[in-house]
Every structure is written in structure tokens, then in C-alpha cells.
């Protein structure tokens, strides 16, 4: 599942997801976009109209998916709503919480964050949230307490300016993938910071 899929970055990881064969969840607001993402690849992929950043939303999703196994959510409310920090920093937690029978059921279950650092003459309150958004991982790994092979991780975007680009995008959903593989169990609670190309 991807939470905030109506953004650029949202449709290269649903591509990327469909390219290797998952089957994916696309939640947001845009239902133009959340379709528009979907048509690349209607076998695999679906969508969802939801308000990510409402927490009673979050907790009628989680209702509806019971305990339907969840292998990969991944949270881009970060960058969807970067306008809207306290909705954000709240929203996240709410949505994993809402969502983590279905996470407990998957043998292998990933969650993953991805926020943009701050520019460096950031004002007080977007340092502050910053400091929240690396926190948040650990925190949540902690009081979810995952039996066996689940992680929370965040991946840091170093410089905003390299999500505007299609290949940038691109490499940023390799990542994506690489930290939702079985492969990369022994990371979890960490912030990994990306610092992509510009070109």
C-alpha cells in the first residue's frame, strides 16, 4: 500500500511495484492521478480515494482491511503534504496503527517513511518537525514491537529539488523496493538519507 500515491513520486513506486509483480494499494486524495497510475498497470494495481492525513479515515481503512496480510506500506504524506507538518507527523502513526493487523499477518511485513530534509535556512518550527520525522521511525518500530521480521524505517530526501525529475523519481522507488525486500531485514528504526542527482 502506498499512503499520499497521488504525487509523482507515488506513481514511479506503484510502476516499479508492478514492474516486479507486486500488487499494490494506491491511497490519496486525486482520484484523476490514483486512476490515471492504475491504467499502467490494472492487473496489479488498484486505487483507493481516502484522506490520508485524517485519522478517523486511517482507522476506517484499518477496519475494512482486518487482517487481510500487508506486506509494504509505505508513507509519502511527508512530501504530498509537506504544506501541512502537524497533520503529517500525526497522520503517520495513525495510519500504521489503524493498519497493523494486516502488517502482523504479513511474514515479512515494511513500513516506510519518506520525508525531505529541511533547506539550511529553515525556519524553527520546519527544523522541529524534521527532528520529529527522524524520530518517528524508531518510535514506531518500539510500540509496534514486530514479532519476528517487521521494520520501520524513513528515507531521508537530502535535496528536495531531485524529486522534480522522472529519473530521479525513478532511482528514489529502486530504493523504495531495495528497503522493502526480505533482504534488508536487519534495518529497521533507521533513517537512511538519499541525496539524488539534480540532473
Known amino acids: 500500500m502506498i499512503a499520499g500515491a497521488d504525487c509523482a513520486l507515488g ?25 490515471q497510475t492504475v491504467q499502467a498497470a490494472p492487473d496489479r494495481l488498484d486505487h483507493l480515494v481516502l484522506d490520508v492525513l485524517r485519522p478517523r479515515s486511517c482507522r476506517v481503512l484499518g477496519v475494512e482491511w482486518g487482517d487481510e496480510p500487508l506486506d509494504i506500506l509505505v508513507h509519502l504524506q511527508a512530501v504530498t503534504a509537506a504544506a501541512r507538518p502537524g497533520a ?9 496503527r489503524a493498519l497493523v493487523s494486516g502488517l502482523r499477518a504479513a511474514s515479512c511485513p515494511r513500513v516506510v517513511i519518506v520525508c525531505v530534509a529541511p533547506p539550511a535556512q529553515a525556519p524553527a518550527e520546519a527544523s522541529a518537525y524534521h527532528r520529529a ?17 517487521g521494520a520501520v524505517n524513513a ?8 524529486l522534480e525529475t522522472g529519473q530521479c523519481q525513478d532511482h528514489l522507488a529502486e530504493t523504495l ?4 525486500q526480505p533482504q534488508a531485514r536487519t534495518v529497521s528504526g533507521a533513517v537512511l538519507s538519499v541525496d539524488l542527482p539534480c540532473d
Open 155 to 162: 528515507v531521508r530526501v537530502s535535496n528536495a529539488s531531485g
Open 177 to 180: 523496493l531495495w528497503l522493502c
Open 88 to 96: 503529517v507527523i500525526a497522520a503517520i502513526p495513525a495510519l500504521t
Open 11 to 35: 506513481q514511479a513506486l506503484a510502476r516499479a511495484l508492478a514492474q516486479v509483480g507486486a500488487r499494490g494499494v494506491l491511497v490519496g486524495g486525486d482520484e484523476d492521478m490514483l486512476r
Open 133 to 149: 520525522m527522524q524520530h518517528l521511525p524508531h518510535a514506531l518500530q518500539q510500540e509496534l514491537a514486530w514479532p519476528g521480521q
